[in-house]
């Protein structure tokens, strides 16, 4: 059976993250309800999305000390390449913040399972009556 770490996992906070991530573990699990825990495929993901929360401040930090433009190989202007990074690393932290299932902690009633199977019926029906009247034309 997997270790699993709830609530009294903030002990468990790695030594590596520093301001941001540490933030964002605190902020994560105080969320979880005290009936539930993460398991160790969970934690690793909260460590890497910490560590990219760290690395998002670190390139937020960069930008504003040097500027949103600097100089290209040809003395041109050009975007900071910490900008197109962070861009990237936000990809990766939602990502990984999707990753973590934390929504699925509100687990569906049956009525809410039902309403959204019955839409997604409907969406799909209407979906194919629109591609066989492409096909008809």
């Avoid at 590596?16 to 539930?36: F, M, N, Q, V």
Wanted: aromatic share 2%; net charge positive; with cysteine.
């Amino acid at each position: 059976m997997p270790s699993k770490a709830g609530k009294g996992a903030t002990e468990r906070l790695p030594a590596s993250l520093r301001r941001s991530g540490r933030t964002l573990w605190k902020a994560i699990l105080a969320e979880i309800p005290s009936d539930s825990e993460l398991d160790q495929r969970e934690l690793a993901l909260l460590e890497r999305a910490c560590s990219c929360a760290d690395r998002i401040a670190d390139l937020d930090a960069l930008v504003k000390r040097d500027g949103l433009m600097t100089l290209g190989s040809a003395g041109q202007s050009v975007l900071h390449p910490g900008v197109s990074e962070a861009r990237q690393q936000k990809l990766v932290l939602l990502r990984l913040l999707s990753a973590l299932n934390l929504n699925e902690a509100a687990e569906e009633t049956p009525g809410v399972r039902q309403a959204r199977l019955a839409a997604r019926a409907r969406w799909n029906r209407q979906r194919n009556v629109r591609a066989l009247r492409e096909v008809g034309r």
